[in-house]
């Protein structure tokens, strides 16, 4: 089982819409959750940050983290095609101070 | 707020020689960097992890004579690629994290992408 897993996709959802982006981990432990968005052939930005279960918003988008569930979620309410990027969860793995990244989810939103 | 720049934004070498790039966090100290390398459509691979003054922790597979790097204060990491070779062309991505956030964000830099001809 890899330690971070992420749907490939593309998933693709029209403009205006919700789209939701899945994260499992394996290491139980582990407590900081981070969601980075990657633009082609640009280098990761940091969305969001999460380390407690339940939600964090921060203007269009919404962290989820369920840790008995070794679930975190990203949402992006009214979706614009600016938002069409590759979005990575990473996870700090319990004893270490690096991030593991999942493999990134392809996100598309359609004019 | 935290923001990271790399120099140089691209750089072309010749086979054999050696380049450096500069990794540095403008409004934050960051008492660890990381090093990271992508090729084209694939995931970031972490290569190395440096704190401030000292040595540093190298993933497995990764040759730290060959990647050398330093992070002699708390704004500044370099990582020099020597005796280049064409496949070490892609692009190199640094991250910081500030030491007193509290949490553990990490920030990255706009990433170097290097061609060895």
């Known amino acids: 089982q890899k330690e971070v897993e992420q749907n490939s996709g593309p998933l693709s959802v029209p403009e205006g819409a919700i789209a939701s982006l899945n994260c499992t981990y394996s290491?139980?432990?582990?407590?900081?959750f981070f969601w980075y968005r990657q633009y082609s052939g640009k280098s990761p930005e940091l969305i969001m940050s999460?380390?407690?279960?339940g939600d964090k918003e921060d203007g269009r988008f919404t962290a989820q983290l369920n840790k008995a569930s070794q679930y975190v979620s990203l949402l992006i309410r009214d979706s614009q095609p600016s938002d069409s990027a590759t979005y990575l969860c990473?996870?700090?793995?319990?004893?270490?101070?690096?991030?593991?990244f999942g493999t990134g989810t392809r996100l598309l939103v359609s004019p | 707020g935290a923001v990271v720049s790399q120099h140089p934004s691209w750089v072309i070498c010749k086979s054999g020689t050696s380049v450096k790039i500069e990794c540095r966090s403008l409004?934050?100290?960051?008492?660890?960097m990381f090093w990271y390398r992508q090729f084209p459509k694939q995931s970031l691979m972490l290569m190395a992890t440096s704190n401030e003054g000292s040595k540093a922790t190298y993933e497995q597979g990764v040759e730290k004579d060959k990647f050398l790097i330093n992070h002699a204060s708390l704004t500044l990491s370099t990582l020099t690629v020597t005796s280049a070779h064409p496949e070490d062309s892609s692009f190199y991505i640094c991250?910081?994290?500030?030491?007193?956030?509290?949490?553990?964000?990490?920030?990255f830099g706009p990433g170097t992408r290097l061609t060895v001809t």
């Open positions: 409004d934050f100290q960051a008492t660890t």
């Open positions: 290491d139980r432990g582990s407590q900081s």
């Open positions: 991250s910081a994290r500030p030491g007193t956030s509290g949490g553990f964000e990490q920030y």
């Open positions: 990473a996870v700090i793995l319990t004893g270490f101070q690096k991030l593991v």
């Open positions: 999460i380390y407690s279960n």
